[in-house]
């Protein structure tokens, strides 16, 4: 199994980036991906997730309206469009899958950081 998250980088604020999770390994319609992030000295939240198979997704309150997921079902992939940027959502961010109806995500992904400069 392999999740492999792309896309971060430095960016000034209001600007916008897209993460991209490419995934291979597992039954992607059976699966749900989710976007995590770490801020330093914070604990990692959920960002957005998304149930391909439900065609449901959660966005956290923090990013309702900036940020974005989408799946390609052809490409195995969930992305993570981001816009208006604010500092604060400078963080390492994860890609990760869980099977649907597990509540724990159980595949993670390497970091990609995002740094959004004020």
């Known amino acids: 199994v392999q999740l492999q998250a792309s896309g971060g980088g430095l960016v000034q604020a209001g600007g916008s980036l897209t993460l991209s999770c490419a995934t291979s390994?597992?039954?992607?319609?059976?699966?749900?991906v989710g976007w995590f992030r770490q801020a330093p000295g914070k604990e990692r939240e959920a960002v957005s997730c998304?149930?391909?198979?439900?065609?449901?997704?959660y966005y956290a309150d923090s990013v309702k309206g900036r940020f974005t997921i989408s799946s390609d079902l052809a490409k195995n992939t969930v992305s993570l469009q981001m816009n208006s940027l604010k500092p604060e959502d400078t963080a390492v961010y994860y890609c990760a899958s869980r099977r649907v109806g597990v509540h724990t995500y159980y595949y993670w992904g390497q970091g990609t950081l995002v740094t959004v400069s004020s």
């Open positions: 390994g597992f039954t992607f319609d059976a699966h749900d």
């Open positions: 998304i149930s391909s198979s439900a065609g449901t997704i």
